[in-house]
């Protein structure tokens, strides 16, 4: 159902060459893909109409019909268009220019990631700001809401303000402020309870604690995965409560993102940051390029880039290489990337991100490729006694099975790990007459188990 | 939870009701003095997209009256009630009450869904229903993860007068749940309730320590969960056909329930969802007290979807 544009503008380009050159009629029904692709996107309705307005002007120009490669043109368009429409240049980067303690105000609806955005954000600015920050919450609605922000608080080692109970917001409010003035706090972020925008009651309520703090930034917080209603909500967030910037959360879901666009598109107010995870240190800059091509279904390469780069440890993959050089990797090296791979998110979470989501996607579940399968090979090598690790031709009949008992695998598991690390093997010292740049062009495909054969 | 108090269907009504209003609105605006030509036919169909039915079904609705009012005049009326009987008939077949069987002791109802759909309250809100309902009632604290998540369920559970069974944090959750049920076996309680962390569908290690908690409750009862309930947030969009089909193929799931319908979010993704999945809907939340837990009704979300008062 949720063919990516890519998909669509193949179908749709392999039919149109047929008849040669692109015609005004061509580039029509091409906007029509672009059409349905935004919408099953979740791209709120009138914000499709008014972005497939903007790419036809664009398109219907020399461009498109002069080029050799119609597909490609209208695709890099439509990418183009739509990267200029999310970006902005304040990604990542929050207004701190004001009199401390800067106040950082987060709204939202119940559910969309506030107090878990609020401790990350305060990690963030003490860890790359080197900021004092002060962390209070303002939910006296949800039960327990103050207490997770105070737990949250100290996982990631910034001050939360003391709790008192049955103060309201504004209060609570004013007497972080008196704080964080006080006590000479750089930043303050109040987290605030979720709402929905017609709660005529609350959105007073939150008006009344941004006239009482005056924040700097006011942040809304919105979850990636939603609909339609994305529009009406920015827009009343936007216009009641005054906001500075968005931050997207859930990236990290499978969702095509729409709201985004949406979002950014009815408040002209940037992304500044997205959420791509549970753990408190997963929160980015945003990146239009990034959220387009998930937009449009062309997968999420740069994020695959980067996971990797964050992942891999750069001393470890040093130490690799040379010893890929020298044609001496052994099973330890082996154990080492299957770490590796799983600390990337596994098998899936590396697929989820290639192009072609929806392909990959469908051969993995026809390959059946069992997640549990690499940690069970971590074991396997682990139940090796160092001489085996580094002669692996040393295991015999009796050995392979010593292994199996102790890692609670069988022999035909170990055989097909050996097998592995012997194409493996082999591969490096093919990479190695090809040379560094060889290595690094097929290196990640190598490491994966199968050596990759499961994605040709 | 169908004795229903004085005052509960208004609420239920009010908070539909403005789901419903942009819909309305629109739907008043195109037709009220118009031909149903081409244009507003179109148009209808963006309505619909706009209350995330998705294109495949709003497409389908508006062929509806394509075929059988074609360039007539409509009133809005008209137009509503067969948007609305389109949509009904497409829900009617879901429209399935969450029934305890009494005879199972304690009855266990798992309750699953992404971070932040409303799990923890909606475990919240059926457990005061069932303990007002006479039923005695444990609760799960699973939500190991998210910080505070036990401390929340457990004044839930002071409200609803259920006991909560809680670990320590981060404690495994499967752990915890076999705990619960022993609790629950010997309180020979009715009722047990089992709250889950918030997870993304795609996540495969999490979804593998679901699957866990499953593997690790059957062991102990294999006749559990006798319901397991995927909580989906009615401001999603169309990412709820990959959270359905994703919680359904790996965990199984028995029925829906769908939460902060009191904003403007529509929900209309059900019907589309509805279509394809055939999946029970039990409940709907409309708001964030214990009574805003309301049986799924067909016909009222149809109408309250297009903006039809009885």
């Known amino acids: 159902m949720f063919d990516g544009l890519g998909n669509r503008f193949n179908d749709l380009f392999d039919r149109l060459r047929r008849h040669g050159a692109l015609t005004e009629a061509d580039v029509d029904a091409a906007m029509r893909e672009i059409r349905v692709a935004l919408l099953e996107a979740d791209v709120a309705l009138p914000v499709v109409k008014q972005f497939v307005d903007g790419v036809r002007a664009k398109a219907v120009g020399q461009d498109v019909l002069r080029s050799v490669s119609p597909a490609q043109m209208v695709v890099k368009i439509v990418h183009d268009h739509l990267v200029e429409t999310l970006g902005s240049d304040s990604a990542g980067a929050l207004n701190l220019n004001a009199v401390p303690p800067v106040v950082v105000m987060m709204v939202g609806l119940q559910g969309s990631g506030k107090t878990t955005t609020s401790a990350k954000l305060a990690r963030l600015l003490k860890e790359r700001e080197k900021r004092k920050v002060l962390l209070a919450s303002l939910d006296v609605n949800r039960p327990a809401a103050q207490e997770q922000l105070a737990i949250l608080a100290k996982q990631v080692n910034v001050t939360s303000l003391p709790v008192v109970a049955l103060e309201r917001p504004v209060a609570i409010a004013k007497r972080a402020l008196d704080v964080g003035r006080r006590e000479g706090y750089d930043v303050l972020i109040l987290d605030t309870a979720g709402r929905l925008h017609i709660d005529e009651m609350l959105m007073q309520e939150v008006a009344a604690v941004r006239d009482a703090t005056q924040p700097t930034e006011t942040l809304l917080v919105a979850d990636a995965l939603t609909g339609q209603d994305a529009v009406n909500l920015a827009k009343s967030f936007a216009e009641r409560v005054g906001i500075t910037g968005i931050v997207l959360t859930r990236v990290d879901g499978d969702s095509r993102g729409g709201a985004a666009l949406s979002m950014r598109a009815v408040t002209g107010q940037p992304i500044k940051f997205m959420g791509t995870g549970e753990k408190l240190d997963a929160l980015e800059a945003f990146q239009a390029s990034r959220i387009a091509g998930r937009i449009l279904g062309m997968g999420d390469v740069v994020g695959l880039v980067e996971k990797a780069a964050e992942n891999i440890d750069r001393e470890e993959a040093e130490k690799l290489a040379k010893k890929m050089q020298k044609g001496s990797f052994d099973l330890d090296d082996l154990a080492g990337q299957l770490k590796q791979i799983r600390k990337m998110g596994g098998m899936g979470g590396i697929m989820g991100m290639l192009p072609g989501i929806n392909k990959v996607k469908k051969q993995l579940s026809e390959a059946k490729i069992d997640e549990s399968m690499l940690k069970r090979q971590e074991a396997i090598i682990s139940s090796m006694t160092k001489t085996e690790k580094r002669n692996p031709k040393v295991l015999d009949a009796s050995r392979r099975r010593r292994i199996a008992a102790g890692s609670g695998t069988s022999v035909p598991e170990i055989n097909r790990l050996l097998k592995q690390y012997q194409d493996m093997a082999d591969m490096m010292k093919r990479m190695n007459k090809l040379g560094q740049k060889g290595l690094q062009r097929h290196g990640i495909q190598a490491l994966l188990p199968g050596g990759g054969r499961q994605q040709h | ?310």
């Open chain 2, 1 to 310: 939870m169908s004795d229903a108090k004085p005052g509960l269907f208004a609420r239920l009504k009010s908070g539909l009701a403005r789901s419903a209003q942009r819909l309305t609105d629109g739907i008043a605006a195109i037709v009220t003095r118009r031909k149903l030509d081409e244009a507003a036919l179109t148009e209808l169909e963006d309505l619909l997209i706009t209350a995330d039915l998705g294109l495949a079904v709003s497409k389908e609705m508006v062929a509806g009256l394509r075929r059988t009012r074609f360039n007539q005049e409509a009133s809005t009326e008209e137009i509503r009630t067969t948007l609305a009987e389109g949509a009904a008939n497409i829900l009617r077949r879901v429209e399935k009450p969450l029934t305890i069987d009494p005879a199972i002791k304690p009855f266990v109802i798992l309750v699953i869904g992404v971070n932040g759909s409303g799990k923890t309250t909606t475990i919240g809100k059926l457990a005061k229903s069932y303990v007002d309902a006479g039923k005695k009632v444990v609760i799960a604290a699973g939500d190991t993860f998210r910080a505070a998540a036990v401390e929340q369920l457990k004044i839930w559970g002071e409200r609803a007068g259920a006991f909560v069974v809680a670990g320590a944090a981060n404690a495994d959750a499967a752990g915890l749940v076999f705990d619960a049920l022993d609790r629950a076996r010997k309180d020979s309680a009715d009722i047990l309730l089992i709250d889950t962390a918030g997870r993304l569908h795609n996540k495969s290690d999490l979804m593998a320590e679901l699957q866990k908690v499953l593997r690790v409750l059957k062991k102990a009862e294999p006749t559990a969960p006798h319901a397991v309930l995927l909580v989906l947030d009615a401001t999603v969009g169309q990412n709820a056909h990959a959270q359905v089909q994703t919680f359904r193929d790996m965990i199984g799931v028995t029925g829906l329930v769908m939460t902060k319908l009191d904003g403007t979010a529509k929900g209309g993704v059900l019907v589309a969802i509805a279509e394809k999945y055939d999946m029970p809907v039990h409940y709907i939340g409309v708001g964030e007290a214990a009574e805003d837990l309301r049986p799924f009704v067909a016909v009222d979300f149809a109408k309250s979807l297009v903006g039809l008062e009885d």
